[in-house]
């Protein structure tokens, strides 16, 4: 893990080291300080010495200036240095993410990846400043407290061989008690992530079927998830300060009772004991700041760990040695092709077998869970094959260059998304490239430059996150116009006509037909209407192939294709006539 995380300290490895150095100078300076000022009560003060006072003294205010310089500075270096780690290491994270398949991020789900892009990292932020401050501060300070203890009276520093023990084995059992439920927060982050997305993301939904008490409800079950075992390890954590107070009081006594003893007996000075007193402080807080640093180093660790899993993770879809870098036609073959999510025993496609020449129109249609959207998801590679073969324009997909493959599969997903931006913007992910005169074409062909031109702004209206601020329909039609920027030797269409109305989407159909002849055309819709021209229909069941034909060899060749259309014919004929 600490391998994997240190890679992003890179250009923040210098004040990485130089923070460690400054506390360890403002350690040993800030320790000797107590035994200066013993010296100068016992032998300063109580001989009333007023040179060796003010000597000392002015020692004493120079080492006490110079040790606040140093641990200034290195309160100001560790901050710096572990923003900047936590900046890189979160740029790192998120462009390993970005060579993602759908299977990786399936793995970790989408709501996690976002848990451990945002407070996992925050939580590794804090670990590494503690670990290049704190964590060399905490045993320093207890290190040199006991150094000097001893060096002030050996006799009476064996009050912290009792003491110090029995504080440790306090908070041993605290950690203990303690460090396990930090772990469980992070899995309850999850959660509460996902309730956020879901609801933000579906609100619309969310609101139509008056949902929002019980989205509510989910929220305040996640969200006291968390405060219950938070709550749980604070007050577990809680019980550190009366422990350490507890055992700092007793030292201060037998400090006492002893120092007096020692005192009367002539083997210790009053100043001696002073600064005994300074390390009973310093020596126990260091404990209990050693014990605040384990739990944050924990919670660190926890995340370190999350965060570890993902960079490790290598993408399950790789560009090939040697890759093809183009894509001669858009004939499609599968050959024995079987499919399964991450390696479920569940299979979604079964022995799939199917010849597609270039420029036809396919159809496919099935019931909801057949295995549509599977089925061409494997095209661009968004999945790989389990078993059997898929060859794109005569040769393997696996065998080709990635961005090459996906820039010649143009697909628009049912749920497609617009991001922030102008709808100019929008359109040329497609093809960053592409003239304004492009893009009119493109959103002719999608039946998208009537509505465009009508907003005030036309082509340069903002879009919302989402495309939240335009129809349904409008956004359906946006995402095709986007794809066909890309001039796609196969274009797939999800779906993705479903709240288009009948009469443009027919216009669309058309419109494809006539200006990419040559593409391949996959139509998936649950409307026969939409697919009844196509070269070829599939009807897909439960995994598997059940029919290819045309619409005319399937209303008689095939029982289910045909109850669907009579089934929609009756029902349009009902709506027409009233
Ligand atoms: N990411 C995923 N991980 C695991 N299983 C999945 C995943 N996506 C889909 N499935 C499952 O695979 C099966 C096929 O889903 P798919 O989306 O391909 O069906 P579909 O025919 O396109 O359905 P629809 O018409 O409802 O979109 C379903 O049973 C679904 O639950």
Redesign the pocket.
């Known amino acids: 893990m600490l391998k994997t995380l240190s890679r992003s300290i890179r250009q923040y490895k210098g004040l990485t080291i130089l923070s460690p150095i400054l506390v360890a100078v403002e350690v040993a300076v800030e320790t000797f300080i107590p035994f200066l000022m013993g010296n100068i009560i016992d032998d300063g003060i109580q001989k009333s010495d007023m040179s060796y006072i003010t000597k000392y003294g002015l020692i004493l205010l120079a080492m006490a200036i110079f040790s606040l310089i140093c641990g200034a500075a290195a309160s100001w270096v560790a901050p710096h240095a572990a923003a900047g780690y936590a900046t890189n290491l979160r740029h790192d994270l998120f462009y390993h993410i970005q060579d993602f398949s759908?299977a990786n991020i399936?793995h970790f789900s989408g709501s996690s990846l976002v848990t451990r892009l945002t407070t996992d990292i925050s939580n590794v932020q804090m670990g590494y400043q503690m670990m290049i401050r704190m964590t060399v501060r905490a045993p320093l300070l207890f290190l040199f407290s006991i150094m000097m203890a001893f060096r002030v009276n050996s006799q009476l520093a064996l009050v912290f061989v009792v003491m110090i023990p029995i504080l440790a084995i306090f908070l041993v059992l605290i950690l203990h008690a303690a460090r396990p439920l930090f772990r469980v927060v992070f899995r309850r982050y999850d959660t509460l992530n996902r309730v956020v997305r879901e609801n933000i993301r579906g609100v619309q939904v969310v609101k139509t079927y008056v949902r929002a008490d019980e989205e509510s409800d989910k929220f305040k079950r996640a969200s006291k998830g968390i405060a219950d075992v938070f709550t749980k390890a604070q007050r577990i954590m809680s019980l550190n300060g009366p422990a350490m107070m507890l055992i700092l009081n007793l030292s201060l006594l037998l400090l006492s009772w002893f120092g007096a003893k020692l005192i009367v007996g002539g083997s210790l000075q009053t100043g001696e004991l002073v600064s005994m007193y300074a390390y009973s402080n310093s020596i126990l807080f260091s404990l209990n700041m050693l014990a605040m640093v384990f739990t944050q180093l924990s919670i660190a660790q926890a995340s370190g760990e999350r965060i570890t899993a993902v960079l490790q993770d290598r993408p399950t879809i790789n560009d090939p040695k040697d890759p093809i870098k183009s894509v001669a036609n858009g004939a499609i073959e599968f050959q024995h092709v079987n499919f399964t999510?991450?390696d479920?025993p569940r299979e979604?496609l079964q022995d799939i077998n199917l010849q597609i020449k270039s420029g036809e129109v396919i159809g496919i249609i099935?019931?909801?869970?057949?295995?549509?959207?599977?089925?061409v998801?494997l095209i661009p590679r968004l999945y790989d094959v389990s078993h059997g073969r898929l060859r794109i324009g005569g040769h393997n997909v696996r065998h080709y260059d990635l961005r090459t493959l996906r820039d010649n599969v143009a697909m628009v997903l049912?749920n497609n998304v617009l991001f922030s931006g102008t709808i100019a913007e929008n359109l040329r992910w497609g093809n960053e490239d592409a003239s304004d005169e492009e893009l009119i074409a493109a959103a002719k062909i999608a039946q998208a430059d009537g509505f465009i031109n009508e907003f005030p702004d036309g082509y340069q209206t903002h879009i919302e996150q989402g495309g939240s601020n335009v129809s349904g329909g409008q956004l359906q039609r946006l995402t095709i116009a986007r794809a066909l920027l890309k001039k796609p030797k196969i274009l797939i269409l999800?779906?993705s006509t479903s709240a288009v109305d009948t009469t443009t989407e027919r216009m669309i159909r058309e419109g494809l037909a006539e200006d990419l002849p040559d593409t391949t055309k996959i139509i998936?819709s649950?409307r026969i209407v939409s697919i009844k021209d196509a070269d070829q229909i599939i009807v897909?069941d439960r995994?598997q192939i059940q029919a290819v034909g045309t619409h005319d060899e399937l209303v008689k060749s095939n029982a289910l294709y045909r109850d669907i259309y009579q089934y929609q014919e009756k029902k349009a004929g009902d709506e027409a006539n009233g």
């Open positions: 759908f399936d999510f991450n479920s979604i099935g019931e909801t869970g057949a295995g549509k959207s599977s089925l998801q049912q999800d779906d998936i649950q897909m995994g």
